[in-house]
């Protein structure tokens, strides 16, 4: 029995990338307008009774982020889908992603990027945005530093997010370390080392069951950011193990999944 809800939206956590141009106070995101594409492959493995099954899954999108000094201490930021698709595999496409294309997401965050509130609401008509919105919000993590070479800190994330009808608590620390300079795309750029672990436990409504899952995961990851205070794009991957439960059918799923997930500026 493979549950298609419970898919690797509902059990990684959103890979966090960073950053800005260093300022006499330390560390400002440059505000302006990028296009990115994300993409996404995962395999996962359901085993519910004893029998095990394999899903390979692959997702792609395009999406804009406008970034603007709303405030000294403030920026705005937005991000439209301009293209979406998920396939998982042998299951085939996932429905409703065509009605992502367009839809717009916005957050307020401080100018490092400590995520301060979402300022749009995804609506009910579209469940499957509140998932990507919360990774959109979350593309720009903290950073609370002047970059240098050797430079380390740790960032600690606690939000609830909707995953595929559950809502879930998770908390990751993150901890990055500055490798050095590089050059990415012609452009002089910062590489940064993530390693990351994080819990998550959450419940609510899978398939029109009453359903609770817990999880863990471990990820590694590289971000790359341009002196001039763009984010260039990165690559991470992340091991989770989850375990979802639905009292009313008597049943547990164990479910694990390896997700690599990459990041490019498009233009």
């Not at 996932?94 to 307020?108: F, I, R």
Request: net charge neutral; charged share 15%.
């Amino acid at each position: 029995m493979l549950l298609r809800a419970f898919t690797p939206a509902a059990l990684a956590c959103v890979l966090a990338m960073p950053f800005g141009a260093a300022a006499a106070q330390g560390f400002r995101y440059a505000p302006g307008t990028r296009q990115y594409r994300l993409t996404v492959q995962a395999r996962i493995t359901q085993t519910v009774m004893g029998q095990s099954n394999d899903i390979n899954m692959s997702s792609g999108q395009k999406f804009t982020m406008t970034l603007a000094n709303q405030a000294a201490d403030t920026l705005a930021m937005s991000a439209t889908i301009d293209s979406i698709a998920q396939d998982m595999g042998q299951l085939g496409p996932v429905p409703g992603m065509e009605d992502l294309v367009g839809q717009k997401v916005s957050a307020l965050l401080s100018p490092a990027g400590r995520y301060y509130a979402e300022t749009t609401k995804p609506t009910d008509s579209i469940p499957a945005l509140a998932g990507v919105a919360s990774q959109l919000e979350h593309i720009l993590p903290y950073i609370r530093v002047v970059p240098a070479a050797g430079v380390a800190w740790t960032d600690t994330l606690s939000d609830t997010v909707s995953q595929s009808g559950l809502e879930v608590k998770r908390q990751v620390i993150s901890t990055y370390t500055v490798a050095g300079d590089t050059t990415i795309a012609g452009a002089r750029s910062w590489k940064i080392n993530r390693v990351s672990s994080s819990t998550s436990t959450g419940s609510g409504m899978v398939q029109g069951q009453m359903a609770s899952m817990d999880g863990t995961s471990k990820g590694t990851g590289q971000l790359f950011i341009g002196h001039d205070g763009a984010f260039i794009g990165g690559t991470g991957t992340e091991d989770v193990v989850a375990k979802l439960s639905l009292p009313g059918a008597g049943v547990t799923y164990d479910v694990t999944t390896t997700a690599t997930t990459r990041i490019e500026l498009v233009k």
